[in-house]
T-cell receptor
Framework: GQNIDQPTEMTATEGAIVQINCTYQ??????LFWYQQHAGEAPTFLSY????GLEEKGRFSSFLSRSKGYSYLLLKELQMKDSASYLC?????????FGAGTTVTVRA | KAGVTQTPRYLIKTRGQQVTLSCSPI?????VSWYQQTPGQGLQFLFE???????NKGNFPGRFSGRQFSNSRSEMNVSTLELGDSALYLC???????????????FGEGSWLTVV
């Protein structure tokens, strides 16, 4: 089975940096996905990590430590449009298992 | 290229009725998955299909069923609807393996089902 934990909510100011943590337990690791979901919309792909380390993609970066069962998504230079739910997910057996999601609110 | 297309986008049904939701994956994608999203349970996996074969099924009652056609399009059906079936139903497509090898999974806009 799999267990995925994320904080429920985070609030930050426009222009700031926010780090969303995801800890997981899994019997077989096939990488970790991060998705962004705005209210009422479909989840959209942000990143995929399968090897340890940091992957940077513009304002968004994702980090993975397989030995610690830990990942984080780093959002830099926050913008109002970044207010959304952020989901980490583990692929296994042809499916994604999602965490409950972290709702990020960006304030002016 | 066109994304994942789901129809209908919104629908209201009465308890006891049945509903069929449709999904057209991204061209060339052969793996189609379905997920249910509710405020209380989050995103829950329903089933995954590849080449018209169901490869995995989530922990949902038998009232939830699905199928995939030879052109990779998929449908899911919920029979004897209950109030608790009210949710956003999301279809997702990927090249072949539902994300296992890192192939990105793309989601459709979803079908909002309200059961009254």
């Amino acid at each position: 089975g799999q267990n995925i934990d994320q904080p429920t909510e985070m609030t930050a100011t426009e222009g700031a940096i926010v780090q969303i943590n995801c800890t997981y337990q899994t019997s077989g690791f096939n990488g970790l996905f991060w998705y962004q979901q705005h209210a009422g919309e479909a989840p959209t792909f942000l990143s995929y990590n399968v090897l340890d380390g940091l992957e940077e993609k513009g304002r968004f970066s994702s980090f993975l430590s397989r030995s610690k069962g830990y990942s984080y998504l780093l959002l830099k230079e926050l913008q109002m449009k970044d207010s959304a739910s952020y989901l980490c997910a583990l692929p296994n057996d042809y499916k994604l298992s999602f965490g409950a999601g972290t709702t990020v609110t960006v304030r002016a | 290229k066109a994304g994942v297309t789901q129809t209908p986008r919104y629908l209201i049904k009465t308890r006891g009725q049945q509903v069929t939701l449709s999904c057209s994956p991204i061209s060339g994608h052969r793996s189609v998955s379905w997920y249910q999203q509710t405020p209380g349970q989050g995103l829950q996996f329903l089933f995954e299909y590849f080449s018209e074969t169901q490869r995995n099924k989530g922990n949902f009652p038998g009232r939830f069923s699905g199928r995939q056609f030879s052109n990779s399009r998929s449908e899911m059906n919920v029979s004897t609807l209950e109030l608790g079936d009210s949710a956003l139903y999301l279809c997702a497509s990927s090249l072949v393996d539902g994300g296992i090898s890192g192939n990105t999974i793309y989601f459709g806009e979803g079908s909002w089902l309200t059961v009254v």
